[in-house]
């Protein structure tokens, strides 16, 4: 994060922080107005709760930080003080991850050889995504990678993959588009004798 | 904290009891600054962790000072988008500063140890500047707790202070104990930023349609990161608020808003506060 990021983020909050009692006596917030900073403040911090519980990358975290979350929310539903939320929230995802509920839902000695697809996970957790990914997919692997790079994946992205993936298998599709290689690279295309590394280290 | 809020709501009750009072601030102003402080820690471990450079969040804790916004441009960041969508992430939130700071405006300008009941605001300028710096979520909760001038100002300083000096502290703190764990995954701390946001939202979503907004909103931005750059689903999210900006032309929709409204509160800046900042 560039410095002058942190710079303009600051100078704006400071500026609502400043102005309000620079201007205090000579305008008033009208109710409309702050209702709107106060539901979007609400939808960017659920927003964010959810994205940064559900996904890591462009893909599904795994159950094990959605559990503690969501564990954290019904204690801070119940007024349970902050700390202990905090606490929990980390200690149920470790615990789960202490566990071997690693990444995948397959349990057992799966999860500690390597998850199977994150993409299917994703898939199988929110149907509606899933389908439609999987007929995009579908249709790419029938038709070949030359119908080029349909799926608006960042080139940061494109060019760091997320996971492992073994080198080397000099297809055009991977190269073009990153989820049919994840997809591939996870069917079968792994050397059966080396696991790939914990991917996803657990970044948000 | 929330509760910590309740309890001494109703201990200030008579003004001669100052001793009384001023433990119960103190009591209540350390039990925010430690659950700020845990979050503070995960949040230094946690961008260390994610290979931002160690001085990002000390920097940005110093000079931002405002733990949501600076968790939400953070984790922007981690989960790879770009500098623009993290500030606009945080600075959205943080428009709810301004609405605190004209709640706050009379004991901003005073330090807690001007005798009288007016303070002398505006003679030393610097210590406006500061306390403008120092309005957060719970400072006004624990300014607006009070009626008395003096004992807003005191509530206001002793609380805003003190949060400055452990937030900044507990990042420091959370930036080493990040640097020198290499295998944080196995703590759960990147459970801890998902957790603190939601905490901090919860208290808002008893109104209706700030729920309704907010639901969609994640569900949108859930279903959007797959396919979208990193930090554009988030604010894609905002769409959400498009769900409570009805037409309201037709009679049974005006009644149907209206109803819906009354047993919805406006989220009052003690009531967004209730969960805390950082």
């Known amino acids: 994060m560039p410095f002058i ?40 911090l659920v927003a964010l709760a959810a994205t940064s519980a559900l996904t890591t990358g462009h893909d599904f975290a795994g159950w094990a930080r959605p559990a503690g979350v969501l564990v954290a929310g019904v204690l801070a539903a119940r007024r349970v003080p902050f700390p202990v939320v905090v606490l929990a929230a980390a200690s149920v995802t470790a615990l789960l991850r202490l566990a071997g509920i690693h990444l995948s839902r397959t349990a057992g000695a799966d999860s500690r050889s390597g998850p199977p697809s994150s993409q299917v996970r994703f898939a199988r957790f929110i149907p509606t995504v899933g389908r439609v990914q999987h007929r995009i997919l579908k249709s790419v692997d029938r038709n070949g990678p030359q119908r080029g790079h349909f799926y608006p994946l960042s080139s940061k992205t494109a060019s760091k993959p997320l996971r492992p993936v073994t080198s080397g298998t000099g297809d055009e599709a991977d190269t073009r588009c990153s989820l049919g290689r994840r997809i591939r690279a996870d069917s079968g295309r792994r050397p059966a004798g080396s696991p790939p590394k914990s991917e996803f280290p657990w970044l948000l | 904290m929330a509760g910590a809020a309740g309890t001494a709501g109703t201990a200030g009750a008579a003004g001669t009891a100052g001793d009384a009072d001023r433990r119960v601030l103190r009591r209540d102003v350390a039990l925010v ?15 260390v962790a994610g290979h931002l450079h160690w001085w990002v969040p000390i920097v940005m804790s110093l000079l931002v000072f405002a733990g949501g916004s600076q968790i939400a441009a953070v984790g922007v960041v ?13 600075a959205v939130l943080n428009t709810r500063l301004f609405p605190y700071g004209l709640a706050v405006a009379d004991v901003t300008s005073a330090s807690p140890g001007a005798s009288g009941s007016s303070g002398v605001p505006g003679k030393r300028w610097w210590l406006r500047l500061f306390g403008a710096q120092v309005v957060t979520d719970e400072s006004v909760a624990f300014a607006l707790r009070h009626t008395d001038p003096a004992r807003r100002r005191a509530a206001f300083w002793t609380c805003g202070v003190s949060l400055f000096i452990v937030w900044n502290a507990a990042v420091l703190l959370g930036v080493l104990a990040g640097s020198a764990v290499r295998n944080t995954a196995a703590f759960g701390l990147d459970a801890t930023f998902p957790a603190v946001l939601l905490a901090l939202a919860l208290p808002t979503l008893s109104d209706r349609r700030t729920r309704t907004a907010a639901l969609s909103g994640a569900t949108v931005a859930v279903a959007l990161t797959p396919v979208l750059p990193a930090g554009l689903p988030v604010l894609a999210a905002l769409g959400g608020l498009a769900t409570i900006w009805r037409p309201r032309r037709r009679p049974a929709r005006a009644s149907d808003a209206e109803t819906s409204r009354s047993p919805g509160r406006r989220p009052a800046p003690a009531e967004l506060s209730a969960g805390g900042d950082r």
């Open chain 2, 78 to 90: 981690l989960a790879g988008g770009g500098a623009f969508a993290a500030v606009a992430a945080g």
């Open chain 2, 33 to 47: 600054c430690l659950a700020d402080g845990i979050v503070g820690v995960s949040f230094g471990a946690t961008a």
């Open chain 1, 5 to 44: 990021a942190i710079a303009a983020l600051a100078a704006i909050t400071y500026t609502f922080r400043i102005a309000g009692p620079l201007l205090a006596g000579r305008v008033t917030v009208p109710d409309s107005a702050q209702r709107l900073f106060a539901s979007a403040a609400a939808v960017l």
